[in-house]
């Protein structure tokens, strides 16, 4: 039962709707405070739970020496499967950016406000227990969630839930990686897979905020140094060419590696609950060879930008990288995949940097160089996202020099990728679930309202133990043409329409209830669902009129919703696009 919101709070509300401005600057300013809240919270909490198993508590364990590093990943699987186990928040696994997609694809933007808490717990856990992932999708996902629950608290519009989880998410990279352009691109790249011009304002105040809060709190921390960059030559750019070719190859390499990993875990035959343990015992035998294997990698990443790791380990660690982060996710851990992506490109770009300089020597740049072309390369390839990347390196160097090489080598490598493979590994995931992802840059006027909006709530209903002389004489006392069909529990069992009486007129048994007669598989919507998704579902239908029904128990009738609902909501979009 919801709780009836103050008069105060719906006077205010309607205030501010008055002007758009100030109604989207406000919630663009309240969620970029969160969101950079949310970002520092969550490193605080990573940096906790890393103390806990691999610092002040690892004396638990010391008995195996430094063995003990092994059974710190399956321990940490062990409470991650168990957390999302019994919270039920099961998109809070993987990722976090495809559920954030899946969201604003096919649910409005709509996603439930348990998951920013659950994805904070069990990715905390899951990195600082070892886990090969990155922190970047997770705060995307909680920056996303606080975004929609205001969003769904205050009743917005399907396009303004869209437009707070975007502020959510631009809030979350920006404040994560002290880059509040990028964090704006990601957004609308990334998660709404558009420029949405109209709100374009409010993501960029979302972002700013959010990076002035997390600045606050942890001054101008970067995720890793980043050395001066140089460009030697001109013709190093054919080299540059060459390495974002190579880098689309590793990108796929790793997108094929997860999910066959994933498909591996699936199919065995335990509870979920205990699969990120499994994973675990992999990434503690990967991790206890190199320390740099386990959580975000950054320490890895600064070192070979510094030129300080040798060929043969650089190999080692991009091979075990892309092992250790598909064993993570596949088995069921929860992270991002763009900290993983960034230190595979590093990787790759020390080797081919390194190899480059024992073939060129005195003539190209440091290794270094193209281990900082590689990180974006690789990410760019991968996410599909080559703005995101080309804009989050340029804000993390500053250095202007970089912008040639980096634009050519990211553009490369996510053309190549995208012949190699149709899908990016964010895009995969939906497409492995069913889902579509087509964004386009014309919306449909009726994908931005809900059914919620223009459904009928004061209806009649009739009981499946009238008689057919009952309903005749119903319809005959209503301009209705049909009737949802509700018995003594308020349970939703059929629709009985005009059509139905008269196929039933001719029947020699007059004892013929509703029951009998009334149509029980049904066409429903639901009230949070888009009038878009409705009249795709009622395709070439009839069906003149569709009960709307309560998400989490489709028996309850909350509404219906007829044809001339559709119509009349259709006409108001139209009325007030060519006004505005």
């Known amino acids: 039962m919801s709780i009836p919101k103050a008069h105060w709070l719906d006077s205010l509300i309607q205030r501010f709707r008055g002007s758009e401005f100030a109604f989207g600057t406000t919630l663009a300013i309240t969620i970029g405070v969160a969101a950079g809240l949310g970002a520092v919270a969550f490193r605080w909490l990573i940096n906790f739970f890393h103390e806990l198993f691999f610092g002040s508590g690892a004396h638990v364990l010391s008995f195996l020496g430094q063995h003990y590093v092994i059974l710190v990943p399956i321990l940490g699987g062990i409470i991650v499967g168990l957390l999302i186990h019994f919270t039920g928040a099961k998109e809070t696994k993987g990722h976090g950016v495809p559920e954030v ?4 694809a096919i649910k409005g933007g709509r996603i439930r ?41 205050l009743h917005l519009s399907q396009e303004w839930i869209k437009t707070l989880v975007a502020c959510g998410a631009a809030g979350g990279i920006s404040a994560t990686f002290n880059a509040p352009i990028a ?68 990108a796929v390499v790793f997108i094929r590696s997860l999910y066959k990993t994933e498909d591996i875990f699936d199919a065995i035959r335990i509870p979920g609950y205990l699969k990120p343990a499994l994973g675990g015992i992999a990434i503690g035998l990967i991790g206890f060879y190199n320390p740099y294997l386990f959580g975000v990698g950054y320490d890895g990443v600064e070192q070979v930008l510094l030129g300080k790791i040798g060929l043969i380990t650089l190999v080692a660690l991009l091979l075990l990288k892309i092992l250790a982060t ?8 929860s992270g991002g995949i763009f900290a993983p992506s960034l230190f595979m490109g590093a990787m790759f770009g020390g080797i081919f940097g390194d190899i480059a300089n024992r073939l060129l020597p005195g003539v190209v740049a440091p290794s270094g160089a193209y281990a900082l ?49 149709s899908e990016g590994i964010y895009t995969l995931k939906l497409k492995r679930r069913g889902i579509p992802f087509h964004p386009q840059e014309e919306v449909d006027l009726l994908e931005r309202v809900s059914v919620e909006e223009v459904m009928t709530r004061d209806f009649p209903t009739i009981s499946p133990k009238m008689t057919l002389a009952q ?69 070439s239908s009839e069906v ?3 009960p709307v029904v309560d998400r989490k128990d489709s028996s309850r009738l909350v509404g219906m919703l007829r044809r001339y609902d559709i119509v009349k909501a259709y006409t108001k979009a139209i009325s007030k696009l060519t006004k505005g």
């Open 101 to 104: 997609m899946e969201a604003v």
């Open 113 to 153: 406000g348990r998951v920013a808490a659950v994805k904070a717990l069990a990715s905390s856990i899951c990195i600082g227990s070892g886990g090969s992932v990155g922190r970047e999708g997770p705060i995307v996902q909680i920056g996303s969630t606080i975004g929609s629950t205001l969003g769904q608290r």
């Open 183 to 250: 964090g704006v691109f990601f957004a609308h790249e990334v998660i709404l897979g558009r420029i949405f011009t109209r709100h374009f304002g409010f993501v960029v105040i979302g972002s700013v905020i959010a990076s002035v809060i997390a600045h606050a709190f942890l001054g101008n921390l970067q995720s890793f140094s980043v050395p001066d960059y140089t460009l030697n030559s001109y013709w190093e750019l054919v080299l540059y060419f060459i390495l974002g070719a190579a880098c689309a190859l590793i």
């Open 326 to 333: 598909s064993f993570t996710l596949g088995s069921g851990g």
């Open 373 to 421: 072309v590689g990180t974006a390369a690789v990410f760019s390839a991968a996410a599909r996202a080559p703005i995101t990347a080309i804009i989050i390196l340029f804000e993390m160097t500053r250095d202007y020099a970089i912008i040639l090489p980096l634009m050519l080598a990211v553009v490369v490598s996510t053309l190549i990728a995208h012949r190699l493979s």
């Open 471 to 539: 309903v005749i004489n119903k319809f005959s006392e209503s301009k209705h043409h049909g009737f949802p069909v509700v018995d003594m529990r308020g349970n939703l069992k059929g629709m009985v329409t005009l059509a139905d009486v008269e196929a039933n007129m001719s029947s020699s048994s007059q004892q013929l209830t509703v029951a009998d007669i009334a149509t029980t598989n049904l066409i429903t919507a639901y009230p949070d669902e888009s009038l878009h998704d409705v009249v795709h579902r009622l395709g």
């Open 544 to 546: 003149g009129r569709i």
